[in-house]
T-cell receptor, first 110, second 116 residues
Framework: DAKTTQPPSMDCAEGRAANLPCNHS???????VYWYRQIHSQGPQYIIH???NNETNEMASLIITEDRKSSTLILPHATLRDTAVYYC???????????FGGGTRLMVKP | GAVVSQHPSRVICKSGTSVKIECRSL??????MFWYRQFPKKSLMLMAT?????????EQGVEKDKFLINHASLTLSTLTVTSAHPEDSSFYIC????????????FGSGTRLTVV
C-alpha cells in the first residue's frame, strides 16, 4: 500500500506558485520523500527528493515539516506545461521499488 | 545523467502473439530494474523486479509465465508479454536507479501496448 496521502486534484493559475501537499505520517527515519510528475502518456519524471532538510533545485522546492510527517512541493511560477499528475513517494533509497499512490492532478490554467 | 531508454514507445499486436519491450540504462549500470503497468487514469502498479543474472521477483497476481522478464546484462532488461490478450492492453513503464545517484529513480518513457 502507498504510504502517502495527496489531494486528488488541484488548480493553479499560470504564473502563480503551486503548493502541493503530501501526508506521510508513517514515514520511517531512513525514508526519503520523493516527488515525481507524470505528463500524459509519458514516464514519470523525477523532480526532487529530501530526507529532513528543505531542498531546492531548478524545478521546485521541497518543504518537509520538522516531524517529517508531511511535506509540500512548491512550483514557484507554474506554467501550462506543469499540468501533470504529481506523485509523492517515500522510499529508503536502498534500491527498493517505489510504491505509487494516487497522486495529485495539477491543472495550471491561463 | 541517469537516462533510461524504453523501446518501442507504441506497439499494436494481434491476440495470441507475443511482444517484447526493452528497457536500457544508457549511462549507468543497473543491477535492478522495475516494471510497472498503468491503466487509463490509474496510478502505476509494480509488476515485477528485474534482477541482473537472476530470476525476477513478481508481485502478487502477476503471472510470471505470461510476463517474461530477462535481465541479461547490467544495462538491459526485457519484458515479454506472451500470448497477449486485449486485457493486456496498457501502458508499461520501466525504472532503474543509479547507485549513489542524487537523481532518484529514473523511468523510461513507457510503452503503449494495444492488443487487437
Amino acid at each position: 500500500d502507498a504510504k502517502t496521502t495527496q489531494p486528488p486534484s488541484m488548480d493553479c493559475a499560470e504564473g502563480r506558485a503551486a503548493n502541493l501537499p503530501c501526508n506521510h505520517s508513517t514515514i520511517s527515519g531512513n525514508e526519503y520523500v520523493y516527488w515525481y510528475r507524470q505528463i500524459h502518456s509519458q514516464g514519470p519524471q523525477y523532480i526532487i527528493h529530501g530526507l529532513k532538510n528543505n531542498e531546492t533545485n531548478e524545478m521546485a522546492s521541497l518543504i518537509i515539516t520538522e516531524d517529517r510527517k508531511s511535506s509540500t512541493l512548491i512550483l514557484p511560477h507554474a506554467t501550462l506545461r506543469d499540468t501533470a499528475v504529481y506523485y509523492c513517494i517515500v522510499s529508503d533509497n536502498a534500491g527498493n521499488m517505489l510504491t505509487f499512490g494516487g497522486g495529485t492532478r495539477l491543472m495550471v490554467k491561463p | 545523467g541517469a537516462v533510461v531508454s524504453q523501446h518501442p514507445s507504441r506497439v499494436i499486436c494481434k491476440s495470441g502473439t507475443s511482444v517484447k519491450i526493452e528497457c536500457r540504462s544508457l549511462d549507468f549500470q543497473a543491477t535492478t530494474m522495475f516494471w510497472y503497468r498503468q491503466f487509463p487514469k490509474k496510478s502505476l502498479m509494480l509488476m515485477a523486479t528485474s534482477n541482473e543474472g537472476s530470476k525476477a521477483t513478481y508481485e502478487q497476481g502477476v503471472e510470471k509465465d505470461k510476463f517474461l522478464i530477462n535481465h541479461a546484462s547490467l544495462t538491459l532488461s526485457t519484458l515479454t508479454v506472451t500470448s497477449a490478450h486485449p486485457e493486456d492492453s496498457s501502458f508499461y513503464i520501466c525504472s532503474a536507479q543509479r547507485t549513489g545517484s542524487n537523481y532518484g529513480y529514473t523511468f523510461g518513457s513507457g510503452t503503449r501496448l494495444t492488443v487487437v
